[in-house]
């Protein structure tokens, strides 16, 4: 979305009005902007290099790829906080998977790393619940690691049952003691039974999905406007 300049109207910082733009719930516009951008460079370099004509290639492909590789380097949870996590989980179908229209390829690192974060955001929820599903489906192509992730829980209820049932709250020390074991004895578990290598697999899936969910979808507007009822 392009602005016409008003003669009229009063000169607004540009950081100042992309903060408007982002607590006003207008993301998309920023989006756009940002896209629009991104374009007018990418034709302003493009027109420079017609001259040569292997550059109409290798150009957009370096481009391309350094926005790719943007992505991996950013901190996509530097702006992440636990108020994320608190609010409703988002439309799987309509918010969170959208349309087709709704992705496209980001036109520059900032435009990458602005969708990411305010993506992440946004699906905090349903980000978590993708890796959930990931680390189960990943247990069930692992049974031994199913097998010792039960163990583990197992035995912290039987540690559990044995300090209500001998009252080992009045004794610090013996205490410690059996919480010692209990975590050397998890560990032990957890090593032999391959649990961190589901969990690593787990993380690898889910964080790539994210990221590249985060970076191709397009930013919605977060108020939707209201539509009258037909009479």
């Not at 409703?88 to 036109?107: K, N, V």
């Not at 699906?123 to 031994?144: D, E, G, H, Q």
Request: proline share 5%; net charge positive.
């Amino acid at each position: 979305m392009v602005f016409s300049s008003n003669p009229l109207a009063l000169s607004v910082p540009e950081p100042a009005f992309e903060s408007w733009l982002r607590d006003s719930g207008y993301l998309e516009i920023l989006d756009q902007r940002t896209s629009s951008a991104a374009s007018a460079v990418s034709n302003t370099n493009t027109s420079e290099t017609t001259e040569i004509a292997t550059h109409g290639f290798f150009v957009p492909f370096f481009s391309h790829v350094l926005t790719l590789l943007s992505i991996f380097t950013l901190n996509p949870f530097s702006k992440l906080t636990a108020n994320d996590f608190s609010g409703e989980t988002p439309s799987w179908s309509h918010s969170f998977i959208g349309f087709c229209d709704s992705y496209s390829f980001p036109s520059s690192p900032s435009q990458a790393r602005l969708r990411v974060h305010e993506n992440l955001k946004r699906y905090a929820r349903n980000y978590a619940s993708l890796f959930i599903l990931f680390f189960v489906c990943t247990l069930y192509k692992m049974p031994l690691a199913l097998v010792g992730l039960i163990s583990c829980l197992a035995l912290w209820d039987v540690f559990k049952f044995l300090i209500d049932g001998w009252r080992l709250d009045q004794y610090p020390v013996i205490r410690q003691c059996f919480v010692r074991i209990a975590q050397c004895g998890t560990a032990v578990i957890l090593i032999f039974s391959n649990v961190q290598m589901a969990l690593f697999c787990a993380l690898g899936v889910s964080y790539a999905g994210m990221i590249f969910h985060a970076a191709f979808r397009k930013l919605a507007p977060t108020k939707q406007p209201s539509r009258g009822r037909g009479r």
